[in-house]
């Protein structure tokens, strides 16, 4: 199956500070995805990219559809304690319709 | 809200027993997902129905078995229960097979659900 990586696994910043995050994959994607997901909770949609090089922004969130189409970037801007979770890409290969996750980025931030 | 919902929220059964998960996709969505997360782990995925069809398996295990009804709600069987089967169990509804290219933009975003947390003791 196709394989994610993503990196950081784990990052503790300060409130304020900006956060960025990626994840790889060894094969092309046509779809990315990225989640965040509270302890105990599903994961939450926060941005889609469907298309090489496509930039997308939601309030303090950007995320970047690399032009390989194997990889993907989240940045998170002056973080705020609320954005504390776990954040997890998601692609889509051309072969069909599942999505494999990679293994989560955990955030934390001090106020 | 996601408007995708299941049900029960926790579970807690013994060893070699079976149980039962349901999900409930969001009005309009054909495609339901089923996911895996144990502790600390990140999600696997199970396997997809669309419109009462399996379309997808990921790791599923034979004891495992899923169904998507004309409803579209869909259920997540498994059995012979393990130690190791200890996991939150997730539902994803999308409004397509997923498929980028016959679906279009936007179609092929899952939304999940709450999700069920199993404990087998």
């Known amino acids: 199956g196709q394989q994610l990586n993503q990196s950081p696994q784990s990052m503790f910043i300060q409130e304020g500070e900006d956060v960025s995050m990626n994840c790889t994959s060894s094969s092309i994607f046509n779809t990315w995805l990225w989640y965040k997901q509270d302890p105990g909770e599903g994961p939450v949609l926060l941005i889609a990219l469907y298309k090489a090089g496509e930039l997308t922004s939601n309030g303090r969130l950007t995320a970047q559809f690399g032009i390989t189409r194997k990889d993907s970037f989240l940045n998170i801007s002056a973080s705020i304690p609320s954005d504390v979770g776990i954040y997890f890409c998601?692609?889509?290969?051309?072969?069909?319709?599942?999505?494999?996750f990679g293994t989560g980025t955990s955030l934390t931030v001090i106020p | 809200d996601s408007g995708v919902t299941q049900t029960p929220k926790h579970l807690i059964t013994a060893t070699g027993q079976r149980v039962t998960l349901r999900c409930s996709p969001r009005?309009?969505?054909?495609?339901v997902y089923w996911y895996q997360q144990s502790l600390d782990q990140g999600l696997q995925f199970l396997i997809q129905y669309y419109n009462g069809e399996e379309r997808a398996k990921g790791n599923i295990l034979e004891r495992f078995s899923a169904q998507q009804f004309p409803d579209l709600h869909s259920e997540l069987n498994l059995s012979s229960l393990e130690l190791g089967d200890s996991a939150l169990y997730f539902c994803a509804s999308s409004v397509s097979l997923g498929d980028f290219e016959t679906s279009g933009r936007s179609l092929s975003e899952q939304f999940f659900g709450p999700g069920t947390r199993l404990t087998v003791l």
């Open positions: 998601a692609g889509q290969d051309n072969t069909g319709n599942q999505f494999y």
């Open positions: 009005s309009g969505d054909l495609s």
